[in-house]
């Protein structure tokens, strides 16, 4: 099993709809929680850290359920910029590594 | 802004070479990553660096071997390029705490062997 699995998409959604991206975990001892976001062919770029509170950044919200070992993205009123592949980043129980899932595709279109 | 800088955009080189990724950050970062991220397989760790002549094996370390001489520097060498190697590599780098925020990457090396 992976350590972290997101579904691969791509999703392709019209501009103004809201979508909704989920990721399951597998080491219970995991303690930081991440989206990046990574353009075609640019680098990862941190989007924003989940916290088991929750936690919203103007269209974007981020949920933890820790005891499920799941994780959300949820973007409200997308726009054509947000077209990008998604990442979900779990750091592991020691150390500072951080484990990459494969990534979900958005398309937004017109 | 953090910056990491990653010598080269685009590499061609040929089977058998040795092949040097040089990444150096501004930011008095203690931690050093090398990924490589192939199409369906996501980013896969090589080797990391918590401190300067300090290095530590990732997941996928057979076939390269890298040098931290200097804080802000981390190289990556290919000892003997194969077509396998044929991907993307990326640099990244945080604080020593920065499992707690993230890290920040380089652009990236594309990097091809023919």
């Known amino acids: 099993r992976k350590e972290v699995e997101q579904d691969p998409g791509p999703f392709n959604v019209p501009e103004g709809a809201t979508v909704a991206f989920n990721c399951t975990y597998s080491n219970s001892a995991s303690q930081s929680f991440f989206w990046y976001r990574q353009d075609c062919r640019k680098e990862p770029k941190l989007l924003m850290s989940?916290?088991?509170s929750g936690n919203e950044d103007g269209r974007f919200t981020a949920q933890l359920n820790r005891a499920s070992q799941y994780i959300s993205l949820l973007i409200r009123d997308s726009k054509l910029s947000d077209s990008a592949t998604y990442l979900c980043?779990?750091?592991?129980?020691?150390?500072?590594?951080?484990?990459f899932g494969t990534g979900t595709q958005l398309k937004v279109e017109l | 802004d953090v910056k990491v800088t990653q010598s080269s955009r685009y590499l061609v080189k040929r089977t058998g070479e040795k092949v040097f990724l040089e990444c150096v950050q501004d930011m008095d970062h203690e931690n050093m990553f090398w990924y490589r991220q192939d199409p369906g397989l996501g980013l896969r760790l090589i080797y990391f660096?918590?401190?300067?002549?300090?290095?530590e094996k990732g997941d996928i370390p057979e076939g390269y071997s890298v040098s931290r001489e200097k804080k802000e520097r981390f190289s990556l060498i290919l000892e003997s390029a194969s077509t396998n190697q044929t991907s993307m590599y990326l640099c990244?780098?945080?604080?020593?705490?920065?499992?707690?925020?993230?890290?920040?990457f380089g652009s990236g090396t594309r990097l091809t062997v023919v």
């Open positions: 989940v916290y088991s």
């Open positions: 980043v779990v750091r592991g129980g020691g150390g500072n590594k951080l484990t």
């Open positions: 990244a780098s945080s604080t020593r705490t920065g499992g707690n925020y993230g890290y920040t």
């Open positions: 660096s918590y401190d300067v002549k300090m290095k």
